[in-house]
């Protein structure tokens, strides 16, 4: 569980130093630009660590569904290697979500110069800005982004759901007299 946790407390600071930093100089400076190559940068980092602590999160569900239904085994069935697998995956499928989205976007042509006037480069702002046909890049981002939501939550949705279900199962010491 720790381990997890650490995982999800680094995917929230990734992010939010992906972010803030810019978005701090922004307010000193008083001057929201970024740099094409920055953005491509922030946008990829931001999508990794997003889309990671999303799945991490659905991994969390899970081990909580083995500690409660499943003490005894627990140290078996979440075991050192099991963990790091339940980290990895989602650390490699979001680099290579990010990585996809990001190459896709800026091999794109863009209208104008290549400054967006915005502390953060959203994937959603820098399809306004292409002169290209983003039909593809948006279903791409459509499919990846309700697969994700829809998986995790369903993983969440059903660890929770059979905890419930072991809990509601267990003998009361009052119902036993």
């Known amino acids: 569980m720790y381990f997890l946790l650490r995982h999800l407390a680094f995917t929230d600071l990734g992010y939010s130093t992906t972010v803030g930093p810019k978005m701090l100089v922004n307010f000193v400076v008083d001057q929201n630009t970024i740099s094409y190559g920055f953005c491509a940068i922030q946008m990829a980092f931001f999508l990794v660590f997003i889309v990671s602590e999303i799945f991490i999160l659905s991994a969390m569900s899970y081990d909580r569904y083995v500690a409660i239904c499943n003490p005894l085994l627990y140290p078996v069935i979440m075991s050192q290697r099991i963990c790091q697998l339940l980290v990895a995956i989602p650390y490699l499928y979001s680099t290579v979500i990010a990585l996809l989205i990001t190459i896709k976007i800026f091999n794109l042509s863009f209208c104008g110069y290549n400054v967006v006037r915005h502390f953060y480069c959203d994937s ?25 939501l829809i998986s995790s939550l369903l993983i969440v949705l059903v660890s929770y759901f059979l905890i419930l279900v072991s809990i509601l199962r267990m003998n009361s010491a009052g119902g036993r007299h």
């Open 124 to 148: 959603l702002l820098m399809l306004s800005l292409l002169c290209s046909n983003t039909h593809e890049i948006e279903m791409i981002i459509l499919i990846l982004a309700g697969f994700d």
